[in-house]
């Protein structure tokens, strides 16, 4: 979400929900967060869980940990634990949830970012993530520790976990929604777990009774469903566009798309929203 403009200014980041972690493929959970809408995602695998983003308040991040160590023990044949957190971008409401995840889970827990991430690069972003960590009392912000340089996470040669049973390929496109974006597509070995699979019923442009073996790719704010793309003074429109573009390519025809916030779509809705982008460069 980029966050400039007026009607951010009126988001109240000191009251937040969580929803439940619901399935959307066979070891992929996603629980779609207030305020803003924000999805976070749970990767299970045989050995690790992986979580995407963390939402806005501290106190969030600790809850979403705490959800997600319960989902492990149903959905793995053992309790595995959370051991990573992908940040998809340097936008508080993906993030400022981390330093309450790690007051949970100590130095068990590796945070990973783009090597941009936290860095200044645009005064509407940075006055905005300064004016909530203001809000929320935070004497300071959490920052990844692990950054992972462009070259290390490209699309020919992604940056890779191996969670046991399921793979996370993670890859920076180049500079869009921020310089910092980061995506993951996440594909299983087929070894499902009872219970855990198939995808929940959404309307609206959602993806609908998609098969629960189905990549799924995490886009961060890269694609948004709950609403256009937000492009603010750190954003490159036009790289957007072009980056949307590699997203398909990167993800596949087939994969299931979670953006950053609302429901999951198809490749489809992923393309027009790049050619929705284009115009707005083009106008």
Known sequence: MNDAGEGAMTVQVDRWSNGPFEPVADRV????????????????????????????????????????????EDAARHPVPVRWALLTHDHYDHWFGLSGVRAEAGERLIAAAHAWFGRRHGAEEDGENERVQRQLGLADVPMPDLRLESAQCTAEDPWTLDLGGVTVQVAWLGHAHTPSDLVARVEADGTAHPGRTGVPGAGGRAVEGAAGRRPVVFAGDLVEESGPPQAGGEADVPGWAAVVGKLVEFGGEDALYVPGHGAPVDAAFVRAQGEELAARAAG
């Open 29 to 72: 959970l996603v629980a779609r967060c207030q305020p803003c809408d924000v999805n976070v995602g749970l990767v299970v695998g045989d050995a690790a869980a992986l979580l995407v983003d963390v939402g806005t308040h501290p106190e969030q991040g600790a809850a979403l940990y705490r959800a997600a160590v319960r989902e492990t």
